[in-house]
């Protein structure tokens, strides 16, 4: 069953702007923190951002800071990424991702749960 869904993905020139939203079921939103990974063709994995359930602390990856925003609704058991100033190089795939564990938040390993991804492409 897939619990975790993503959306908002697109095509954006630089320096403009795009939401992303991942829609999660009660128990996984529930997790000690959700993240944003991006994943770029014939590269890893990267850790983007990351927020904690409780406390709603953040942390991003240097390439995004000041750029980059993630937020939870807890209401609607949703998690976003809010990204200004897009450059060509955010070009990726984004996965939403949920874990249980508290360390370390950076690693991929670390989280149990996945989405399918949604494509942002930024052209210059």
């Known amino acids: 069953q897939v619990q975790l869904v993503e959306s908002g993905g697109g095509l954006v020139q630089a320096g403009g702007s795009l939401r992303l939203s991942c829609s999660a079921s009660g128990r996984i939103f529930n997790s000690y923190a959700m993240g944003w990974f991006r994943q770029a063709p014939g590269k890893e994995r990267e850790f983007v951002a990351v927020i904690k359930r409780i406390g709603g602390n953040t942390y991003y990856t240097d390439p995004v800071k000041g750029r980059f925003t993630i937020s939870r609704d807890n209401t609607k058991n949703t998690l976003y990424l809010q990204m200004n100033s897009l450059k060509p190089s955010d070009t990726a795939v984004y996965y939403c991702?949920?874990?249980?564990?508290?360390?370390?938040?950076?690693?991929?390993?670390?989280?149990?749960?996945w989405g399918q991804g949604t494509q942002v492409t930024v052209s210059s």
């Open positions: 991702a949920a874990t249980n564990y508290d360390s370390p938040l950076l690693l991929v390993g670390t989280y149990d749960y």
